[in-house]
């Protein structure tokens, strides 16, 4: 136990270490767009008086070097700065969206986590039956459709033609929780239908791998029934493979559904770090990706002590 | 496929029995094939088909790619059999060329993901220490960007050529590749065959061809299959943000998009290259599932 | 500014009834006959219903957004705050002529160097401060000078001073004369809002004189503004609430709109119109405007420096096959010139130009060349449906034996990379209302948006003629010519003219004509429709 508390700690240094490379590739990666903020925001109607002015506003006519380090300073200190583009405070900015994000992802875990397992399960209970295949086409056909195809048709049936839930999903922060929940059914499943393939078929080869395992044998010889194996013996150490995929999952929830928020107008994090991209609004996309990546670390970390407890070798190795 | 050609050239007519081994090894696949279960026999005929419109689609359609023919959202009839698209051009020429475009760049870039992360992935589980640590903090900081943001900036930076979105999707794929080999590699790497394997004194890449990647290829080869498929779709979920592969080229994720809003006035359209994608997932995982099972050593009565 | 033509825009626009514009035209001497066409735009039973809550779905709006008037660029924060919680010192009417706003009349001097704008009274900001000189100058102040970054700089240049004469006469003095100045000021950026005691406004508050106090503003995601109760006016603002959300996303927008979850929205899809028009719940309004498509040639720059060369190109494009493909026939083909059909000076009676490679190929001889060959940069970013129009193109100059090569440009960054950097690319334009304002912006020799880089004398000459002429006979003929000058010799293909195509939900009752100068009724739905009831 002693060595997992280790772990966590040094995977928590490391995580500090890992936000801090992301944010300087992110930076990089910003300074090396073509065009700046002031470019991007004048647009067509930008004059080379106008952007300098913009530019001397915002303290953009700084050197690259010193304009990273003031925000690293500053980020030291807690404080993520303002917009360029509207001089918001960007904690304030991010604060909702961040939960709104998360809400959304929140919902869809709920739904397509214990729906993968238990479709992975029973397929690998009864594989190669009918019902095994037709879950596979099924799911496989589901995420074959580019997400925001699932979604046009989602909306197509269930907001347009049956008028159940909402085409839009745009939520306010003084929206009540009730309400929350049936606005962000829509895109929860597009979501789940998205996720839920990769996951469920994992689960199933997971444990289909360990069948041939001698133990396995061993318990089927002892005459145990096919669900109290796969459940009992082959599950637990067929964690591993499937955390980690719940884990990507996971992540995508939260970091990747930037096609889903703009079909849906779902006010989350995803769009507002693409405009900020397209803005070159660099403290914005900064303070998002540091954001995201602090949450992949710590799902990242979470699947690697599931995967440990769950496998005693890994948990004391000789 | 290119196993067949090469055996019957080298035989001649009047060969007599034992065969070489490498017709044996034919032979025990085609004995492997015809027990094949049904679904994995469609999915070997539609990867084929897949396979054959790709290689031929200069042969079998009637117009050039981005050849105007007509004029915009003709409708099915006999000179354009599935109409027009936007610009008049032939909708199932469009379709056969997406073929050939969309699975060699998903296939190319795939194995790109797949070369990367698994070599990386089994390398850093067999060798662990600093090694490992280093290669994961790399993959760490690589995952912790979000995929599509990351994309994103290196599409406007480096342009939207072909080539460059191979690199790109192939380079955050294998992060995932990377992850998934590691994990599966460390389970196997501590079983006793392995531990017996280091104590007789094999040299790392011994271990790692002949007792990780076989057990670790299951798997492996599962996510082969999704990975695959997930690359029609993070091009057209570029496509969505105005990044993925540029016109006149036809690639069956552009053209769902350009034809999506279609989809909410109840008009199919879009549902053909769609379809196209998930007739050939299904196809692939298909056969992937046929492999999975054949390599779990089960037999079939199990 | 003749008593009688403000009096018939008054009646036009609907703010005094027909019995007092009779009784102010007797009392000016004037025989009293109202055209018949300013009755027609009136609502035709008595006044629109008051009331209701509002909901807009608009393709533009980003996070990066602000309420800084010198930072609105595109067509979310035009109607949420340029035309919604703002009022302007002018007004663009819906037939495309000028009426008062905050300014209640206004008066040249005979060279029209000199304006003099005489303010309305009574007039109170969102905030109770009721509207003064001072807050007119230091709105328009915001725009100029040398630290300013607004993209309305460049027109309020020519202003050389502003002086206060009282509390309600604000002199403005030019640096030269230009007799559409008032028309200027209706510019979309240059909103009156309350200025400070320093003689700066507050750029962050939001606060303006329009008919909607902004309530709550969430950028790249919505807004939500409430009538403002001490309006000057009755006649506009005749909703209770207005709720203007950005949705991206065309096919979430019509939805959006299918479902009743907004009730107008703008930026149809073309492409599927004829699917949406099926829907009997929805009101489908297009108005032609004065935004335009253009091929931008580098005429600084070979091959595009000789005339017959861009002469070649300018007849191997074959307008009409473009009209139709990118624009499904909603637009207007142009003439190589920048004037539209609503533009008071628009010169009809220059011949359509036509597909004729024939004739192309006869300028293609005169430049001394047998072929051609040259690369047009596109980008969707220019306009929606660009790179299909260059594609098209090169099939089309194919004919006449040019090779046009297509350069796929990124979306990103197109305006400050590819636009007035490569030889020959697309742009968009969104029409100015006046000519004066189009061609020194991207005409005039040196101008910061001369795209073609384009120098000629007589038009140049022309246009500073023009700008100061007070005779409309004369100003008609000069603009005649300059039009024909930059149809002939100019750098700029304009193959068509973009209707402004918007949808509304049946509940949703619009005047019968609407303002062409943006969508939306001139951007001004807000403040001119009304629920049916």
Same mark, same amino acid.
């Given at each position: 136990m002693y060595k997992l508390v280790k772990l966590v700690a040094q995977r928590l240094g490391l995580g500090a270490i890992v936000l801090f490379a992301v944010s300087l590739i992110i930076f990089l990666g910003v300074e090396l767009l073509p065009g700046d903020l002031c470019q991007e925001i004048q647009?067509? $109607? $930008?004059?080379p008086e106008t952007v300098a002015a913009c530019r001397k506003e915002l303290g953009l006519d700084q050197p690259a070097a010193t304009r990273y380090l003031n925000w690293l300073g500053n980020i030291a200190q807690g404080d993520f700065g303002v917009s360029l583009a509207n001089q918001r405070q960007i904690s304030e900015l991010i604060g909702v969206r961040l939960s709104n994000t998360l809400f959304l992802a929140l919902v869809a875990a709920i739904i397509s986590v214990p729906l993968a397992l238990a479709l992975g399960i029973l397929a690998a209970l009864y594989r190669n039956t009918w019902y095994d295949r037709a879950v596979n086409v099924v799911t496989l056909s589901s995420i074959s459709f580019p997400e925001f195809f699932v979604a046009y048709i989602l909306i197509l049936f269930f907001a347009v033609n049956f008028g159940w839930f909402p085409a839009l999903s745009n939520v306010s922060p003084d929206t009540p929780f009730w309400e929350r929940v049936y606005r962000v059914i829509l895109p929860a499943t597009t979501l789940t239908l998205v996720v839920v393939a990769h996951m469920m078929r994992m689960t199933r080869a997971a444990i289909i791998n360990l069948l041939a395992s001698p133990y396995i044998e061993m318990a089927n010889l002892k005459g145990m029934s096919r669900s109290h194996i796969i459940l009992k013996h082959a599950l637990p150490n067929a964690w591993a493979p499937i955390v980690n995929v719940i884990v990507i999952n996971l992540a995508y929830l939260i970091v990747g559904v930037v096609v889903v928020e703009v079909v849906f107008v779902y006010p989350g994090l995803g769009q507002l770090i693409v405009d900020s991209v397209q803005k070159r609004d660099i403290p914005v996309v900064q303070a998002c990706s540091l954001i995201f990546a602090a949450t992949y670390v710590l799902l990242n970390l979470t699947a690697d002590v599931l995967s440990i407890v769950t496998n005693p070798r890994l948990l004391h190795p000789r | 496929m290119s196993d067949a050609t090469e055996s019957t050239v080298g035989q001649t007519a009047d060969a007599v029995p034992p065969p070489p081994p490498r017709q044996r090894k034919l032979a025990d696949a085609w004995r492997a094939l015809k027990k094949a279960p049904l679904s994995a026999k469609f999915g070997l005929v539609v990867i084929a088909g897949y396979v054959f419109v790709a290689l031929f689609a200069p042969v079998l359609t009637p117009y050039g790619e981005s050849e105007i023919v007509g004029t915009e959202f003709e409708p099915w009839g006999e000179q354009f059999v599935l109409g027009t698209d936007n610009l008049g051009r032939d909708m199932l020429t469009r379709l056969l060329y997406g073929a050939r475009n969309t699975i060699g760049i998903a296939f190319v870039t795939t194995c790109l993901a797949f070369l990367i992360g698994g070599v990386a992935g089994i390398l850093a589980a067999a060798l662990g220490g600093w090694i490992d640590q280093a290669l994961s903090r790399m993959v760490d900081i690589l995952m912790a960007i979000p995929a599509l943001i990351f994309s994103l900036l290196l599409l406007t930076i480096f342009g939207t050529s072909i080539p460059v979105l191979i690199v790109i999707i192939a380079v955050l794929d294998s992060t995932r590749v990377y992850r998934l080999a590691r994990a599966v590699s460390l389970n196997v790497v501590v079983m006793d065959f392995v531990e017996a394997a280091r104590l007789r004194g094999e040299g790392i890449g011994w271990i790692t061809i002949r007792e990780v990647l076989p057990n670790i290829m299951p798997p492996l080869v599962a996510e082969f299959g999704l990975r695959f498929c997930f690359v029609f779709l993070t091009i057209a979920a570029l496509s969505f943000l105005?990044?993925?592969?540029?016109?006149p080229t036809a690639d069956w994720g552009s053209m769902v998009r350009d034809n999506a809003t279609l989809i909410t006035y109840g008009d199919v359209t879009p549902l053909l290259p769609a379809g196209a994608i998930a007739l050939l997932t299904v196809g692939v995982n298909f056969v992937v599932d046929w492999f999975l099972h054949k390599t779990s050593g089960l037999r079939d009565d199990q | 500014m003749s008593e009688r033509k403000q009096l018939e825009r008054l009646l036009a626009s609907g703010w005094i009834s027909r019995r007092e514009f009779v009784k102010r035209m007797v009392a000016l001497g004037f025989a009293t006959s109202v055209p018949a066409s300013m009755l027609a735009s009136m609502p035709a039973y008595g006044a629109p219903k008051k009331g209701g809550t509002f909901r807009v779905g608009l393709g533009h709006g980003s996070t990066t957004d602000s309420v800084d008037p010198a930072t609105w660029e595109n067509a979310y924060t035009q109607f949420t705050f340029g035309y919604g919680s703002n009022n302007h010192l002018t007004e663009i009417l819906p037939d495309g002529s000028l009426g008062p706003e905050l300014a209640e009349s206004w008066e040249p001097s005979t060279d029209a160097a000199t304006w003099t704008f005489k303010l309305r009274e009574g007039v109170e900001f969102h905030n109770g401060k009721t509207m003064e000189a001072s807050d007119v100058i230091a709105s328009l102040n915001h725009h100029r000078g040398e630290d300013t970054k607004s993209g309305a700089k460049g027109i309020v240049a020519p202003i050389k001073e502003m002086k206060a004469d009282g509390k309600h006469v604000v002199v403005v003095t030019l640096e030269g004369g230009n007799a559409d100045f008032p028309f200027v000021l209706n510019d979309y950026h240059l909103a009156i809002v309350p200025g400070n005691a320093d003689g700066k406004i507050d750029a962050k508050s939001g606060i303006g004189a329009g008919a909607y106090v902004v309530k709550s503003y969430e950028p790249g995601v919505g807004a939500k503004l409430t009538r403002h109760k001490n309006y000057w006016r009755s006649d506009y603002g005749h909703f209770d609430d207005v709720e203007v959300l950005t949705i991206a996303d065309v096919a979430a927008r019509t939805n959006a709109l299918t479902t009743g979850e907004v009730d107008a929205i703008d930026r149809l899809d073309i492409k599927t119109l004829h699917l949406l028009k +099926?829907?009997?719940n929805i009101s489908i309004k297009e108005t032609s405007g004065t935004a335009h498509y253009t091929a931008a040639m580098r005429t600084d720059t070979p091959p595009f420096d000789n005339n017959d060369v861009r002469l070649a190109l300018k007849y191997a494009v074959d307008r009409e096959a473009l009209l139709q493909n990118v624009l499904r026939g909603h637009g207007v083909l142009g003439n190589?010139? *920048?004037?539209?059909?609503?533009? +008071?000076?628009?010169?009809?009676e220059l011949p359509q130009r036509s597909y004729d490679p024939e004739k192309a190929k006869f300028h293609l001889q005169k430049a001394g060349m047998s072929n051609l060959k040259v690369d047009l940069s596109a980008a969707d970013a220019a306009f929606g449906g660009a790179v299909d129009a260059a594609v098209l193109m090169k099939e089309h100059a194919a004919k006449a034996g040019i090779e046009i090569n297509v350069v796929r440009e990124p979306n990103d960054g197109y305006w400050s990379n590819?636009?007035?950097?490569? *030889?020959w690319c697309m742009v968009y334009w969104g029409g100015r209302p006046t000519e004066d304002w189009m061609f020194s912006t991207a005409y005039a020799a040196g101008a910061d948006w001369n795209d073609s880089f384009w120098n000629h004398e007589k038009f140049n000459k022309l246009l500073l003629e023009a700008r100061s002429e007070l005779n409309e006979a004369k100003r008609r003929e000069m603009y005649v010519e300059m039009q024909r000058i930059v149809r002939d010799e100019g750098g700029v293909l304009v193959p068509m003219f973009n209707n402004y195509v918007f949808a509304t939900s049946t509940k949703v009752e619009t005047p019968e004509q609407m303002g062409a100068n943006w969508g939306l009724d001139g951007n001004r739905g807000m403040e001119r429709w009304w629920f049916k009831s």
């Open positions: 647009g067509q $109607a $930008a004059t | 105005g990044l993925g592969i540029q016109p | +099926r829907n009997k190589d010139h *920048p004037i539209g059909l609503s533009n +008071r000076y628009h010169a009809s590819v636009w007035m950097k490569k *030889p």
